[in-house]
């Protein structure tokens, strides 16, 4: 899944660029409008890489080995008996009383999940409330986490008894809070920036200015989180949320030992 970015950054700078040359009074040069396009130009996730060939195998399991933890536990032992293993599906679906078809589709479920979580930052719990809970409430905090582990509102609702509804208002509006204090960031540093070339200790004007803001967008400690919310935002609810299927139920919760 491409992430489409609307606006070119020269598009941009020359949107600026008059106001930036007039301006002397302290204000922002920058829009809130072209804030939201560097933000989303900068920080938007890098498209899914495909990691299975042609032929459907995949070419290192160690590209897959490091966020088995982060999908379905039955998902990640078949990926194991399979791709590093190399058992056959049928063979994993005799070992399962299943179809191959639960196999193969439960594989490409779990393959296309990781594919997923390879473009987004890894989060830790202690930073994440260090860092968001002067700025969110106690129960914004808990949706947000809950979407990063999840990411499927209606279990998000079900385990802190709300509705669907208000789990979706609150979390797209931590989504743009998120992005405003990345905004209040690039301001500060738009701000010193207008300051250093206005007393000639600058001299890369439009250009430079830009660049700024951008590495600003880049630098703040709020930029992570906003790839992370944003790339579940676009499409991809319900990515990490497991679906219990008929042919898996009353399987047992027994370890899979690894063949060979």
């Given at each position: ?26 204000e ?14 900068s ?11 042609q ?28 791709f ?5 599906q ?65 279990e ?6 709300l509705?669907?509804?208000?789990v ?24 010193r ?51 219990s ?5 009353d ?7 690894s063949?060979?």
């Open positions: 899944m491409s992430h489409i970015l609307i606006s070119d950054p020269q598009d941009i700078s020359s949107r600026f660029s008059n106001r930036q040359r007039l301006g002397c009074d302290g922002s040069a920058f829009e809130m409008d072209d804030l939201e396009n560097i933000i989303e130009r920080l938007s996730p890098a498209p899914e890489e495909e990691l299975l060939g032929d459907g195998h995949l070419a290192d399991f160690a590209a897959v080995e490091h966020h088995l933890d982060r999908i379905p536990p039955r998902e990640a032992d078949l990926i194991e008996m399979y590093r293993d190399s058992m056959k049928e063979q994993i679906a005799r070992y399962f009383n299943i179809t191959q078809a639960a196999v193969s589709y439960r594989l490409h479920r779990g393959i296309r999940r990781i594919q997923f979580l390879r473009t987004i930052p890894e989060l830790d719990r202690e930073d994440f409330e260090l860092e968001l809970g002067p700025k969110f409430s106690d129960q914004d905090r808990e949706i947000l986490w809950l979407m990063y582990e999840t990411t499927c509102q209606s998000i609702a079900k385990r802190l008894t509705t669907q509804g208000r979706r208002h609150r979390f797209f509006r931590a989504l743009n809070k998120i992005k405003e204090l990345i905004a209040d960031d690039a301001k500060d540093v738009e701000a920036v207008r300051l250093d070339q206005r007393n000639g200790m600058r001299t890369g004007g439009d250009e430079e200015l830009l660049k700024e803001v951008e590495d600003a967008a880049k630098g703040s400690r709020y930029a992570k989180y906003w790839t992370v919310f944003f790339a579940i935002s676009d499409k991809h609810f319900n990515i990490l949320h497991e679906v299927l008929p042919q898996f139920r399987r047992g919760e027994a370890q899979i030992l063949v060979g």
